[in-house]
T-cell receptor, first 114, second 113 residues
Framework: GAGVSQTPSNKVTEKGKYVELRCDPI?????LYWYRQSLGQGPEFLIY????????DSGLPNDRFFAVRPEGSVSTLKIQRTERGDSAVYLC????????????FGQGTRLTVV | QKEVEQDPGPLSVPEGAIVSLNCTYS??????FMWYRQYSRKGPELLMY????GNKEDGRFTAQVDKSSKYISLFIRDSQPSDSATYLC?????????????FGQGTILTVHP
């Protein structure tokens, strides 16, 4: 597809479970970003990849959160031992090179922890 | 105190009105400034970005940056019902923080016919 694709679009999980959220960036985009958006708030930075490596993971809230991008394209955000406070929309964005001023966002994965 | 403060509104205006949206920030390291539009249950969509103080115009939209006051604005002229959305300001610094954008909390705008 032409845009950033995120799957699943919605995910409901029980407290304590493990979840994986997937992001397919725009083809050729080397930079990939994960953000989290809680209701009524702006997106909050989690992690930024340049190629396969995490260039900045300062936004990951704790060690239950981890993200990978093994081949420099698709990325997976992994959350262990989910808590109700993890409920939010998880947004992925990608850009060409380092130009995050022109980052394109996906529609997000709405995660609900019950 | 948050690094970026944005009046959440909501803001309701009649069609054709001029809309002014504003953000203030506290981090002097911010070098580039963006405005995003977000429709319900969609991802943010970039409207405008600028690196310097002053005005930048694109159609009905004008972005204004005043670095000395740490204040940015977005003006929408001749507002349309299709402009109804949440508007987010976002800012970025250079160096090791290059990949990170800091967003305001968003202003909900409704333009009624």
């Amino acid at each position: 597809g032409a845009g950033v694709s995120q799957t699943p679009s919605n995910k409901v999980t029980e407290k304590g479970k493990y979840v994986e959220l997937r992001c397919d960036p725009i083809s050729g985009h080397t930079a990939l970003y994960w953000y989290r958006q809680s209701l009524g708030q702006g997106p909050e930075f989690l992690i930024y990849f340049q190629g396969t490596g995490a260039a900045d993971d300062s936004g990951l809230p704790n060690d239950r959160f981890f993200a990978v991008r093994p081949e420099g394209s698709v990325s997976t955000l992994k959350i262990q031992r989910t808590e109700r406070g993890d409920s939010a929309v998880y947004l992925c964005a990608s850009s060409f090179g380092r130009a995050n001023t022109e980052a394109f966002f996906g529609q997000g994965t709405r995660l609900t922890v019950v | 105190q948050k690094e970026v403060e944005q009046d959440p509104g909501p803001l309701s205006v009649p069609e054709g009105a001029i809309v002014s949206l504003n953000c203030t920030y506290s981090n002097s390291a911010f070098q580039y400034f963006m405005w995003y539009r977000q429709y319900s249950r969609k991802g943010p969509e970039l409207l405008m970005y600028t690196y310097s103080s002053g005005n930048k115009e694109d159609g009905r939209f004008t972005a204004q940056v005043d670095k000395s006051s740490k204040y940015i604005s977005l003006f929408i002229r001749d507002s349309q019902p299709s402009d109804s959305a949440t508007y987010l300001c976002a800012m970025g610094a250079g160096g090791t923080s290059y990949g990170k954008l800091t967003f305001g909390q968003g202003t909900i705008l409704t333009v009624h016919p």
